[in-house]
Nanobody, 122 residues
Framework: QVPLVESGGGLVQAGGSLRLSCAAS????????MGWARQAPGKEHEFVAA????????HYADSVKGRFTISRDNAKQTVYLQMNSLKPEDTAVYYC???????????????WGQGTQVTVSS
C-alpha cells in the first residue's frame, strides 16, 4: 500500500491560485508515476495532470494546460499541483494518485488519496 494524503484545498475566488500537496508514506514513491485527477458533482472522474518519476516529463489535460503546473520533490515524497487563474469550472474534489507502472498519460493508477475539495467562486 501507498497511503497518499492531499492538502491545500479550499475556497478561492475566480482568477486566484491554490497549491495542492500530496504526501506519500509507507514506501518510497521516487520511482512512481504520480498524478492528479478531479471529480465535480454530477460529472465523471477527470484526469488533470501527471508527472514521471524524475519530474522530467509532465502531461496535462487540455482544460488546465497553461494554468496548472505539476511538480514533485522525491526527497519529501511529495507531489504538488500549482493551480493559477482558477475558474468556477475547476471546482471539484482533487485526488492524488500513484502507480509504479504505466505510461505518463494513462488515467489508471493503483493508489489513490482521499481527495481535497477545491471550490472556485465567481
Amino acid at each position: 500500500q501507498v497511503p497518499l494524503v492531499e492538502s491545500g484545498g479550499g475556497l478561492v475566488q475566480a482568477g486566484g491560485s491554490l497549491r495542492l500537496s500530496c504526501a506519500a508514506s509507507g514506501r518510497s514513491v521516487s520511482s512512481y508515476r504520480m498524478g492528479w485527477a478531479r471529480q465535480a458533482p454530477g460529472k465523471e472522474h477527470e484526469f488533470v495532470a501527471a508527472i514521471n518519476w524524475s519530474g522530467g516529463s509532465t502531461h496535462y489535460a487540455d482544460s488546465v494546460k497553461g494554468r496548472f503546473t505539476i511538480s514533485r520533490d522525491n526527497a519529501k515524497q511529495t507531489v504538488y499541483l500549482q493551480m493559477n487563474s482558477l475558474k468556477p469550472e475547476d471546482t471539484a474534489v482533487y485526488y492524488c494518485a500513484a502507480d509504479r507502472n504505466g505510461i505518463l498519460g494513462a488515467p489508471l493508477y493503483n493508489y489513490w488519496g482521499q481527495g481535497t475539495q477545491v471550490t472556485v467562486s465567481s
